[in-house]
């Protein structure tokens, strides 16, 4: 299931006086598999970029084709759309806000049911979505409103809800705003097993580099509706210049290497980990000798 | 999705429409009304019409609403009036201009239609109320940012507080009300399109799903306005509202010479208009 956007423009209200360009040639490819983030600050247009990725909005230049459907085409239908709103499944920002139903159960069951399935293959995938956000799904859980649960509760509730379409790609639009660390560590460790397991495609929105970048092996950096920088986390990172013009906070490993640089020792760019930004390290010391010292 | 809602929505700008004061505004047009409700007896004159329409025309274009706008929110105003016009002209009574008919129609015998001087002036007073009141209040609320507008409430209702009218508290209603529209509108589109990413369809399907549907948008739209409503009293009441009595106001200062200017010529001019033609 792979995303090709290529020369996307999205522009809001076009021919209003409050038209307003989102994003501006943004050509991309997110690949089978993979887990890609998609970073800029607020506004800079990775919201409207991903909604184009299961055709809520429809890109006014440009393609995007996700898993062979030209999402923008004249004859892709609703239906095909629905089809494919199943197969990527959007986590929006603040999904708790989105829930409803009487019962965890019911609202974990709308997607399922939405798509006509029997009553007992609504409760397999129930169970099963409330097992991957390690909810558990004993009857105690099911019956219980999720009003009545905690914040971070019920934001892995409304994750369930999506997973239980079985989507090919899931697409996370800031999912770690408002939770705790624990929380958050919890979160990407879901995400990880769910990616292991199910071979999932990820596609990951945040404004926070350091968070995404253990989990992602491809880095979209978004400015002002452009997309400014691409590539894999260690060839993003040692261009801490680049990202701080984008208006975000390079990792703090980042810094600190493009800082020993800066005083004349020879770190390699491409140390992304705290390991190998240590080995980096320790190795140019070693190599500068007694000056070093 | 929301994109037509016939809410006003304020467009900055600097024009000389912008300028006037809230309450110079809402005196126009409660002027407006008055007049033309005066005017509407005095059958088939139409001098007060065409220097109301011209005025509100001379607004539109120096306040640079953009038609297309004002247009998109009118067509539904207009075909209403277009399906009771006739009606009206066939019911009511008065001297005849006209008489139609009888036909036959199918052996039986139609009609007459009998169309009358008043039904005829009735449908022109009628639409020139709602088109003129409807196109005023369009352009008050493109060019007067909320705040305003509920300054100039306040200011036009601090008389009445000597007959204990909480004229604040309506002035924050007011406020609120427009502030949230927007927001509202915004949040309403994030859930469709969130319950839609989870196969809700809203538009097309059959009836139960539909239902469901719009449940599922209903119980977390109320809850996040009932959130809202909660936070916003706790900050309104953190911030000390209503401590030291009365509120200052921002932008309702002191009238100036356009807005005497306003308030003087267009009354006087429309006052000409209905005693001389």
Redesign the interface.
């Given at each position: 299931m792979s995303i090709h956007v290529e020369r996307l423009t999205h522009i809001y209200?076009p021919?209003?006086?409050?038209a307003r360009t989102a994003l501006r040639d943004v050509s991309l490819s997110i690949e089978d598999g993979a887990c890609a983030a998609i970073i800029g600050v607020t506004g800079s247009g990775k919201s409207t970029l991903v909604?184009h990725f299961?055709g809520?909005l429809r890109p006014t230049g440009g393609r995007v084709v996700v898993d062979g459907l030209d999402v923008g085409a004249r004859e892709t239908r609703?239906a095909d759309l629905?089809a494919l709103?199943?197969r990527v499944?959007?986590l929006?920002q603040f999904?708790e806000?989105?829930?409803?139903?009487a019962t965890v159960y019911d609202d974990v069951a709308?997607?399922p049911?939405?798509?006509g399935l029997s009553p007992s293959a609504v409760r397999a995938r129930v169970a099963w979505a409330l097992d991957a956000v390690a909810l558990g799904h004993d009857d105690a859980v099911l019956a219980r409103s999720p009003?009545a649960l905690s914040g971070g509760q019920r934001r892995r509730v409304a994750l369930a809800?999506?997973l239980a379409?079985r989507p090919r790609t899931l697409v996370l639009d800031e999912p770690s705003a408002g939770l705790d660390a624990e929380a958050r560590a919890e979160l990407y460790a879901q995400l990880r097993t769910l990616r292991r397991e199910h071979g999932l495609t990820l596609v990951l929105v945040s404004h926070d580099m350091s968070e995404v970048a253990e989990l992602a092996d491809q880095l979209f950096v978004l400015a002002d509706g452009e997309l400014r920088l691409a590539g894999a986390p260690h060839q993003i990172f040692g261009d801490t210049e680049a990202i701080i013009a984008a208006g975000l906070l390079p990792p703090p490993l980042a810094l600190v290497g493009a800082l020993a640089r800066a005083r004349g020792l020879a770190v390699a760019p491409d140390a992304t980990t705290l390991d190998a930004t240590t080995n980096a390290l320790l190795a140019a010391l070693e190599g500068r000798g007694d000056d070093a010292r | 999705m929301l994109?037509n809602l016939p809410v006003g929505?304020y467009?900055a700008g600097t024009s000389p429409i912008h300028e006037l004061r809230a309450r110079t505004k809402l005196l126009l047009l409660c002027w407006f009304a008055l007049i033309i409700f005066a005017a509407n007896h005095n059958d088939f004159h139409f001098g007060v019409y065409l220097l109301s329409f011209g005025l509100l025309a001379l607004a539109i274009l120096v306040g640079r609403v953009?038609f297309?706008?004002i247009w998109r929110r009118m067509r539904l105003l207009l075909v209403l009036l277009a399906l009771g016009i006739p009606f009206t002209l066939m019911f009511t009574p008065g001297d005849t201009w006209h008489t139609f008919g009888p036909w036959d129609v199918l052996g039986g015998s139609l009609g007459p239609v009998i169309v009358t001087y008043d039904g005829i002036w009735f449908v022109i007073s009628l639409g020139a109320i709602f088109l003129l009141l409807f196109l005023g209040s369009m352009i008050l609320t493109m060019t007067t940012s909320p705040v305003a507008l509920a300054e100039g409430i306040v200011v036009l209702l601090r008389p009445l507080r000597r007959f204990r009218v909480p004229a604040d508290e309506f002035g924050l209603m007011t406020l609120v009300a427009l502030r949230f529209i927007p927001v509202l509108v915004q949040e309403t589109e994030?859930?469709i399109?969130?319950?839609?990413?989870?196969?809700?369809?809203f538009t097309?399907g059959p009836v139960g799903?539909r239902i469901?549907g719009a449940?599922?948008?209903?119980?977390?739209m109320l809850?996040?306005a009932l959130r809202r409503a909660e936070d916003l009293s706790m900050a309104i009441e953190v911030r000390g509202y209503g401590v030291s009595g009365e509120a200052t106001l921002l932008h309702e200062g002191r009238l100036r010479l356009l807005d005497w200017l306003a308030l003087l010529l267009i009354p006087a001019a429309t006052l000409l208009a209905y005693f001389k033609l």
């Open positions: 209200h021919n209003t006086p409050r909604q299961n809520l609703g629905q709103r199943q499944g959007l929006f999904p806000a989105q829930l409803f139903a709308f997607g049911r939405q798509l009003f809800g999506v379409m | 994109d929505i467009i953009p297309g706008y994030q859930l399109k969130a319950q839609v990413s989870r196969g809700a369809n097309t799903a469901r449940g599922s948008l209903l119980v977390p809850q996040g």
